[in-house]
């Protein structure tokens, strides 16, 4: 039953065309980057992803420049920078999400575990299945109750035991950290939920498909703080267990749940390092002005 | 709602509160060197020094992580100013006791001392007050940190009262001024001491009400 969902390749089973030759699981070190941008891992870090020279088009606008970095498996990583930095189209590609733009093309590689996402023969709906992506506004689908919307997923694809579905709805909405709210009501509106548990929602959501990766863009700028407050618990909760890359224009928030913090600045990436460097004693003086509040 | 980051500020406690331990341990051991005339002691004193300082290096590091990623508002960025120059403060005093310990090597070496004027005594009161300036922190007692500048005023007399009788010893006795000088430096160290003990106790009190009573006749001590 599991094998629909998790762990799934990403070629379709019959009609696509052979998956490529994976990459190996630890790739060679990138070409020599600028001081101030570490993409060399620790050593034996599980990598999530390997991006590679990735620059983003739409048109004729390049949104991302030349982007390379190394995204650790099983922890936080943060993406920041101003407003139209590229950072959201950058997280977007992660789980081909910027394809849905008309016009939108790339050139670069993105290694997820060491298989090329845009490989031939890839499918895109699989890669987002196991890249799940939170957005910044709470989208529960209207039409569907608390319950339906968490195993909308699963359904989707064919998924029918009870048994299953209902063991799976729980254990998303505790992952979530929603289940004590929701328990008794299950069968009420999604919509009808707070704003912070509309998101909880969305996240229990995508949890539900058993994801190795979530995106989350700017999932807590709609929220009060103590909604914010609780995403981000959730967050801390989830990285045992789930790789998690945010993008957040909150430095603050930034800081508090990220292991590693990359800086974006009209499309390039300027500085990748460990959150407490970025925020006590960034290399690059670009980052120095924008996570002091000097920029503009 | 306890956040995950808040253990932080427990450790930060604890290692503020060892550090307390440390200094009035390295306090008592100088104090007990030097009447007991035992040397020996004055190395645990130099070893505590060495952990006080590491100590003092590890507080400030976590208060300036904590201020930088965590954003503390309110009483926790009172307890990051407060644990700063708290840390200072004990760290001074360790270095006060280590130079008594030293002085009292030094002593050793003119013999027994005849008599140590009032130097017991402000042991005991410098003890005392670093004691309860570290217990009003640990136990959050603003009236407990209140009395303790109160309570200076008796040290500074006395290292005034020694000054006065060293200083005489020595018009009398040239022939100690090198022990009787040592001496009036081991009482300047002790009113030094109480004089942290006394910072310490302000800003347990700033980081409990909020408000700032160094130099107010709240906590008015002697003044020269």
């Known amino acids: ?296 | 709602m306890k956040r995950y980051f808040h253990h932080e500020l427990e450790d930060l406690r604890k290692h503020l509160i060892l550090m307390g331990e440390r200094t009035i341990d390295s306090v008592r051991l100088s104090m007990q060197s030097l009447l007991a005339d035992d040397v020996s002691m004055a190395g645990q004193v130099i070893a505590l020094d060495d952990e006080i300082d590491r100590l003092e290096v590890l507080i400030d590091a976590e208060c300036v992580r904590y201020i930088t990623l965590r954003q503390p508002v309110a009483h926790d960025v009172r307890l990051m100013t407060v644990a700063m120059k708290t840390n200072h403060e004990l760290e001074r005093a360790g270095d006060e006791a280590t130079s008594i310990a030293k002085r009292a090597r030094r002593l050793a070496e003119f013999g027994k001392v005849d008599e140590f004027f009032n130097i017991p005594r402000m042991g005991d009161l410098a003890l005392e007050q670093l004691r309860d300036a570290m217990d009003s922190f640990i136990a959050e007692d603003v009236e407990k940190a209140l009395l303790v500048p109160k309570r200076d005023k008796e040290v500074d007399d006395l290292n005034r009262d020694n000054y006065v009788k060293l200083t005489d010893k020595i018009s009398g006795h040239p022939e100690t001024s090198h022990a009787t000088i040592e001496l009036i430096f081991i009482s300047k160290s002790l009113e030094r001491i109480a004089d942290h003990a006394t910072n310490i106790a302000e800003e347990v009190v700033y980081l409990l009400k909020g408000e700032d009573v160094r130099h107010t006749n709240e906590v008015r001590r002697s003044v020269m």
Not at chain 1, 71 to 86: D, K, R
Not at chain 1, 151 to 172: C, I, P, Q, Y
Not at chain 1, 208 to 216: C, N, T
């Open chain 1, 1 to 296: 039953m599991n094998s629909v969902i998790t762990n799934q390749p990403f070629v379709m089973s019959d009609t696509a065309k052979p998956a490529a030759e994976p990459a190996p699981v630890h790739p060679t070190a990138p070409t020599p980057a600028p001081a101030s941008t570490s993409a060399t891992p620790a050593p034996k870090q599980e990598i999530a992803f390997d991006i590679q020279d990735l620059s983003i088009f739409y048109g004729s606008h390049q949104a991302v420049k030349n982007v390379s970095m190394l995204i650790p498996a099983g922890s936080v990583t943060a993406i920041i920078g101003p407003s139209g930095c590229g950072k959201s189209t950058a997280l977007r590609a992660l789980n081909r999400m910027h394809e849905l733009t008309p016009g939108a093309r790339h050139t670069g590689k993105i290694l997820m575990k060491g298989q090329d996402l845009y490989g031939p023969g890839i499918d895109a709906t699989v890669v987002r299945r196991r890249v799940g992506m939170i957005f910044q506004k709470s989208n529960p689908f209207p039409t569907l109750s608390i319950a339906e919307n968490v195993l909308v997923g699963l359904r989707l694809n064919g998924v029918k035991d009870k048994a299953f579905l209902s063991k799976r709805l729980e254990e998303s909405l505790r992952m979530a950290a929603l289940w004590d709210e929701v328990k008794d009501h299950l069968n009420r509106p999604g919509t009808g939920l707070s704003g912070g548990q509309q998101q909880r929602l969305c996240i229990a959501r995508a949890l539900a498909v058993r994801p190795e990766i979530l995106l989350m863009d700017e999932p807590c700028s709609a929220l009060d703080p103590i909604a914010t407050a609780k995403v981000e618990e959730l967050i801390h909760s989830l990285k045992s267990q789930y790789t998690v890359v945010i993008v957040t224009h909150n430095m603050q928030q930034a800081a508090r749940v990220s292991e590693k913090t990359a800086f974006f600045y009209m499309g390039k990436l300027i500085e990748y390092a460990p959150t407490e460097q970025i925020f006590m004693n960034p290399k690059d003086p670009q980052t120095e002005a924008y996570v002091s509040g000097r920029f503009g």
